[in-house]
Structures are given as structure tokens and as C-alpha cells.
Nanobody, 122 residues
Framework: QVQLVESGGGLVQAGGSLRLSCAAS????????MGWYRQAPGKQRELVAA???????NYADSVKGRFTISRDNAKNTVYLQMNSLKPEDTGVYYC????????????????WGQGTQVTVSS
């Protein structure tokens, strides 16, 4: 079993910053792509940023230049540094990971964290 635990959400004023963390634990052989998604009230979940194991990244157009995704492979952790936050960044942020497990055979599974609330006030 694998768990993803997010932390770092909260309430911040527009223009402020937050740093989200997501730590994966459990029966992990390695982790391929990791990413952050968000879901605003009444809207579909959308990709915010993703990073490969090798460090290649991609971002939603709405966060380019403001958010930075990074990871520490030794700690099975992914981060999202969010700067110049806007009220439209408000939502629940979810961590996602493609995890290689070895039981009963080597295969890849996709996992989600429980989500962390980010609220940006104007």
C-alpha cells in the first residue's frame, strides 16, 4: 500500500506565497511522474504542474512564471512553490504520483493524496 500525504496549504492574501509538500510512503520501488492538480468549487480538477523523475517539468499556462514544481527522489517527495498568488488559485490541491511497486510483480500504479486547501483572499 502507498500513501501520499500533502501539507502546506492555508489562507494567504493575494500576492503572497505558499509551499506545498507531498510525501509518498509505503511499498515503493520508485516513482515516475509526480504532479499537482487543483479543484476549485464547481469546477473540474485540473493539472497545475508535473515533473518527471528526471526533472522535466510542465505547467498550466495560468501558473507559468509564478509556480515552481520540484522533487526530492531520495525522500519520495514533491513540492510546489507558489508565488504571486491570486484569488483564482483558490482550491483544493491534490498530489498525484505514478508509483512503481514490486508486489506481487513489478508494475505501475497511480495514487492520489487526500488534498490540501489553498485559499487566496483578495
Amino acid at each position: 500500500q502507498v500513501q501520499l500525504v500533502e501539507s502546506g496549504g492555508g489562507l494567504v492574501q493575494a500576492g503572497g506565497s505558499l509551499r506545498l509538500s507531498c510525501a509518498a510512503s509505503g511499498n515503493i520501488f520508485s516513482i515516475n511522474a509526480m504532479g499537482w492538480y487543483r479543484q476549485a468549487p464547481g469546477k473540474q480538477r485540473e493539472l497545475v504542474a508535473a515533473i518527471t523523475r528526471g526533472g522535466s517539468t510542465n505547467y498550466a499556462d495560468s501558473v507559468k512564471g509564478r509556480f515552481t514544481i520540484s522533487r526530492d527522489n531520495a525522500k519520495n517527495t514533491v513540492y510546489l512553490q507558489m508565488n504571486s498568488l491570486k484569488p483564482e488559485d483558490t482550491g483544493v490541491y491534490y498530489c498525484n504520483a505514478n508509483v512503481i511497486v514490486v508486489v506481487p510483480t513489478i508494475h505501475e500504479l497511480n495514487y492520489w493524496g487526500q488534498g490540501t486547501q489553498v485559499t487566496v483572499s483578495s
